[in-house]
């Protein structure tokens, strides 16, 4: 017979006692956490309150400014420029001096022009007088008619040469005058793009060298807005915008006018909007960017809905919409919201909704009244076991 050690009773006692222990917790757990239990605590949400109040829609968008009527002021004949009469900021009227060509090279064309049309009417008044003394010859019988014919197409050849060369002078003229840039209109210059012995070609695309806005008192704002968003606008719609030189200070302006022609940047069509605005003080400069916002729509004294509310749906959100806790008020349901009743218990109640300023959105139709607690998450803890419903 084999001899064996003695057995620790208290050991053993110990650890049955850490057994015993260990399910009486589980069951405690199960027992008293079980959603339905009469016992059971009761759950906890987070709550924020529908209140009465003013929802305002707003559009968001953004673009430079620029002066209303803007003229670029450019050259029609090539040429190195020889003295620059405006400047930045310069005040101008309409047929001032702005800028002047060097002339010598038009100087020449005009005198070769006037050399040819003197040859061509001396060549022309030759003719003229051969004709004259051929038709006394053939009244005479000394000259034949072909001859006749002769002289008289002569006589015309040199009247359409020496209206060429009219036509030239008349050019080389025209050039000479251009050599000498004027303001088309009066205003102020915004921009001078060109340098004294720069030389500007006309021969293709006419180069800017000057811009002249009419009236910094009129500007405008190019403001890009989604497709989403343009159909909410109209012309004569009130509009704010701030630019960063005041930030904080709001300028008022007005939609002038909603652009067809559009524009795609990353996947996303825009609309052109033009937005005037006064600017009597010349505050605002040309190339500012104006932050623009539209008020599209505005409701007073509505019911407001947290939009945090919006987003929240329990993991039994479909079983309890088919219960008789779900109130229904209209047949055009557009979301159901989860609110608390008497006895704290979350009921969902379906809402028709409305406009929205980001924040909060319109109850248009549903079973809400101002100060109800709704539904707009669970802590933690509830989520761990899921949402108890009494």
Do not use: C
Not at 11 to 16: G, P, S
Not at 35 to 45: E, H, L
Not at 236 to 251: C, E, I, K, N
Not at 304 to 313: M, Q, T, V, W
């Amino acid at each position: 017979m084999i001899d064996r050690p003695p057995v620790n009773k208290t050991k053993k006692l110990l650890l049955l006692a850490a057994l015993l222990i260990g399910l009486l917790a589980i069951g405690a757990r199960l027992w008293f956490g079980a959603p339905g239990r009469s016992g059971s605590a009761p759950a906890t949400y987070l709550t924020q309150k529908a209140e009465l109040g003013t929802i305002t829609r707003i559009i968001s968008a953004s673009g430079p400014l620029t002066p209303v009527n803007q003229v670029q002021v450019g050259t029609q004949v090539s040429g190195t420029i020889k003295r620059i009469h405006a400047d930045f900021n310069d005040t101008v009227r309409t047929g001032q001096l702005l800028a002047e060509l060097d002339t010598a090279l038009l100087d020449a064309d005009l005198a070769q022009a006037r050399a040819s049309l003197a040859s061509g009417q001396a060549a022309l008044s030759l003719a003229q007088s051969n004709l004259r003394r051929s038709r006394d010859l053939v009244s005479k019988g000394f000259l034949s008619s072909a001859n006749l014919d002769e002289q008289e197409n002569a006589v015309r050849t040199a009247q359409a040469l020496t209206q060429q060369q009219e036509a030239a002078l008349q050019r080389a003229q025209t050039n000479l005058r251009n050599s000498r840039i004027v303001s088309p209109v009066s205003g102020t210059v915004v921009s001078r793009d060109v340098s004294v012995g720069q030389t500007v070609a006309a021969a293709l695309n006419t180069p800017v060298l000057f811009r002249i806005a009419q009236d910094l008192r009129e500007m405008q704002i190019e403001a890009s807005v989604s497709e989403a968003d343009i159909g909410t606008l109209q012309a004569g719609q009130r509009v704010d915008f701030t630019v960063d030189a005041f930030p904080g200070r709001p300028f008022a302006g007005t939609v002038h006018q909603i652009r067809n022609n559009y524009a795609v940047q990353q996947n996303v069509v825009t609309y052109t909007v033009v937005i005037k605005t006064r600017n009597d003080t010349l505050e605002l400069r040309p190339g500012m960017t104006g932050y623009v916002r539209v008020t599209v729509a505005e409701r007073a004294q509505v019911i407001r809905i947290p939009n945090a509310a919006l987003r929240y749906e329990p993991v039994t959100a479909k079983a309890q919409a088919g219960e008789q806790n779900v109130a229904s008020t209209t047949a055009q349901v557009q979301r159901t919201l989860w609110k608390l009743d008497a006895s704290g218990q979350s009921v969902g109640v379906s809402v028709k909704l409305g406009i929205t300023d980001g924040r909060f959105t319109e109850l248009v139709a549903g079973d809400i009244k101002p100060g109800d607690a709704l539904v707009v998450g669970e802590p933690a803890s509830s989520r761990e076991f899921g949402p108890k419903i009494f």
